[in-house]
């Protein structure tokens, strides 16, 4: 098992990524790399996320300093996570289809 941006994961490789040693480094901030998740993003803001399905997505992530939560966005809606470690629905990814929160004190340190 690797980490990833506080993620951790069983690392898929995809188009884009680099082996060294067996060992796959995945970059969610290369926004060269595709998926054919439509809610994916590669770019600013993008970290690896655990999730039920095959392999972790990279999706955009904030941390609302406010409310003390983290917030992960799939395409424009946003999923608010209540608590470490729950599974969320992703919007329009289909049935069953979900993203595990990561630890808030991991995801936002400050």
Same mark, same amino acid.
């Given at each position: 098992?690797? @980490? /990833?941006?506080?993620?951790?994961?069983?690392?898929?490789?995809?188009?884009? @990524?680099?082996?060294?040693?067996?060992?796959?480094?995945?970059?969610?901030?290369?926004?060269?790399? #595709? *998926?054919?998740?439509?809610? &994916?993003?590669?770019?600013?803001? *993008?970290?690896?996320?655990?999730?039920?399905?095959?392999?972790?997505?990279?999706?955009?992530?904030?941390?609302? #300093?406010?409310? %003390?939560?983290?917030?992960?966005? /799939?395409?424009?809606?946003?999923?608010?996570? %209540?608590?470490?470690?729950?599974?969320?629905?992703?919007?329009?990814?289909? *049935?069953? *289809?979900?993203? %595990?929160?990561?630890?808030?004190?991991? /995801?936002?340190? &400050?």
């Amino acid at each position: 098992m690797h @980490t /990833a941006d506080y993620c951790p994961m069983n690392v898929v490789p995809l188009e884009g @990524t680099n082996t060294m040693n067996g060992v796959f480094e995945f970059n969610c901030n290369n926004d060269t790399l #595709t *998926s054919d998740e439509a809610f &994916e993003y590669f770019g600013d803001g *993008s970290r690896c996320i655990e999730t039920n399905m095959d392999r972790p997505l990279c999706m955009r992530m904030v941390c609302d #300093t406010d409310r %003390q939560k983290v917030v992960i966005f /799939a395409n424009n809606d946003r999923i608010i996570c %209540q608590n470490d470690g729950d599974f969320m629905d992703i919007p329009g990814a289909g *049935s069953g *289809s979900k993203v %595990q929160c990561p630890m808030l004190n991991l /995801a936002c340190p &400050e």
